[in-house]
């Protein structure tokens, strides 16, 4: 089991940025996957980016060229840097892990807490 620890959540105006951070309580070597879904009210949850352990990512299309997701293996921590935040991208924002299958659209094994991001026009 890993422990996730999100921050950087607040608010923005449009065309704004944030970075969010999720701090795991182990190794990221340990871990197949990485990344970030979010979930608005009256939306389903998306998965907004991921990172493999082979260095692959995948972005939403909604996201695509805005957010870029990374990892610091020093600090056992993985970002999502939001760039040109639009009102729609509003959300909670939840980070994730996979331990098995180097793939969160399969499945998620842990969960951080969620932060919000609230961006404003």
């Known amino acids: 089991q890993v422990q996730l620890v999100e921050s950087g959540g607040g608010l923005v105006q449009a065309g704004g940025s944030l970075r969010l951070s999720c701090a795991a309580s182990?190794?990221?070597?340990?871990?197949?996957?990485m990344g970030w879904f979010r979930q608005a009210p009256g939306k389903q949850r998306e998965l907004v980016a991921a990172?493999?352990?082979?260095?692959?990512?995948d972005y939403a299309d909604s996201v695509k060229g805005r957010f870029t997701i990374s990892r610091d293996n020093t600090k056992n921590t993985f970002y999502l840097q939001m760039n040109s935040l639009k009102p729609e991208d509003t959300a909670i924002y939840y980070c994730?892990?996979?331990?098995?299958?180097?793939?969160?659209?399969?499945?998620?094994?842990?969960w951080g807490q969620g932060t919000q991001v609230t961006v404003s026009s």
């Open positions: 994730a892990v996979d331990l098995t299958w180097g793939d969160l659209l399969y499945g998620v094994d842990d």
């Open positions: 182990r190794s990221l070597f340990s871990i197949n996957a």
């Open positions: 990172i493999n352990s082979g260095g692959s990512t």
